[in-house]
Nanobody
Framework: QLQLVEYGGGLVQPGGSLSLSCASS????????IVWFRQAPGKEREGLLC????????IYVDSVKGRVSASRDNAKNTVYLRMNSLKVEDTAVYSC?????????????WGQGTQVAVSS
């Protein structure tokens, strides 16, 4: 079910950076592992990274290693995704999901996603 909301998408120039937020008014995110996904045009959705309940981050996609990070602000009930040195191939719909642990196949909550376009 959808109870997460992503913010921060938009048009970014190559080499730029983005900061996305995953927030909820009905789910306490600190009790969940949060996975950021992305789906590029014509491609399958891929898990980008996970931040677990202990705030450890696991990055799943080699092409973003060194360029991406995640963090939590429990006071704001928000999880952030930050990416720099953006490339055209980072263009995708980015979404977040909450589950009991990072490698779950059954997420409890999803967001609808936010579009990120990397273009000059």
């Amino acid at each position: 079910q959808l109870q997460l909301v992503e913010y921060g998408g938009g048009l970014v120039q190559p080499g730029g950076s983005l900061s996305l937020s995953c927030a909820s008014s009905g789910v306490t995110l600190q009790y969940y592992a949060i996975v950021w996904f992305r789906q590029a045009p014509g491609k399958e959705r891929e898990g980008l990274l996970c931040i677990d309940r202990a705030n450890e981050t696991i990055i799943y996609v080699d092409s973003v290693k060194g360029r991406v990070s995640a963090s939590r602000d429990n006071a704001k009930n928000t999880v952030y995704l930050r990416m720099n040195s953006l490339k055209v191939e980072d263009t995708a719909v980015y979404s977040c999901a909450a589950g009991p642990w990072c490698d779950t196949q059954d997420f409890d909550y999803w967001g609808q996603g936010t579009q990120v376009a990397v273009s000059s």
